[in-house]
């Protein structure tokens, strides 16, 4: 906790951490008050989101782990439990908390990943293979489609069943709930849930594609906005004639 506070404290997308004090009932956190619920909570009320908005939220957990990725720190237990609104507004800040499974190094031993929630754990965790910042990326993969899709990817009657499908990434679009959704977001799912944790992309690159999204959309809100003013124009000059 103290490197996070050193190199990433206080960031938009990081709960932020005030002071530690230790007494002889064990040491105590001072944190940042986010009074908005977790993230699991607004899955569970909405049923799933739309692609604006999984944008949204994917962008602003991306943009945490960003910052904590280029300090070496991974978080190794990404899940909606662990992303706190800082209020109940809907455009809400989302920050990433618990980092009591965090790592300071960038590959870390494998018996760090022995611990965290199956249901968002990379296939090199359960593997026992070195973890490293790509295994958040595959945790958030797990989000994204969970956002626009109101399930996890990998389901399963049994914990081991499951265990399989994940160590092979074996998930699937089906056609009822993914048929509105674009080709470029199950793209980026696919890519984010790839076993190869080279070939996933990292928070920085999620991040610019992100941003260009977004540029991309204001652009196309400024042409309809200048259209819409030009025919207000036309309509006008014409009721002056």
């Not at 190094?105 to 293979?129: A, C, H, K, M, R």
């Not at 499908?165 to 048929?179: H, I, N, Q, R, T």
């Amino acid at each position: 906790m103290k490197k996070i506070v050193r190199d990433v404290s206080p960031h938009p997308n990081v709960i932020h951490l005030y002071n530690i004090y230790e007494d002889p009932n064990g040491v105590h956190f001072v944190l940042e008050l986010c009074s908005g619920g977790e993230l699991f909570d607004r899955i569970v009320s909405r049923g799933m989101y739309s692609e604006k908005e999984a944008a949204d939220v994917i962008g602003q957990i991306a943009n945490g782990l960003g910052v904590l990725h280029r300090a070496n720190i991974v978080h190794h237990d990404l899940k909606p439990e662990n992303c706190l609104f800082l209020n109940n507004s809907e455009n809400s800040p989302l920050k990433i908390m618990d980092f009591g499974l965090s790592s300071v190094n960038e590959v870390t031993d494998p018996i760090v990943g022995l611990f965290g929630s199956i249901d968002y754990v990379s296939p090199e965790t359960l593997s026992q293979q070195r973890i490293s910042s790509a295994s958040d990326m595959w945790s958030l993969g797990v989000l994204m489609y969970i956002l626009l899709s109101g399930y996890p990817p990998f389901y399963a009657k049994s914990n081991r069943l499951k265990q399989r499908f994940v160590l092979a990434a074996e998930f699937s679009f089906d056609e009822y709930s993914w048929k509105s959704i674009s080709p470029s977001a199950k793209q980026l799912i696919s890519s984010l849930l790839a076993v190869d944790p080279c070939r996933r992309p990292t928070a920085q690159e999620e991040n610019d594609r992100t941003g260009r999204e977004k540029g991309h959309r204001h652009e196309i809100m400024e042409e309809q906005l200048n259209t819409h003013s030009l025919k207000l124009g036309n309509y006008t000059e014409k009721l002056q004639i």
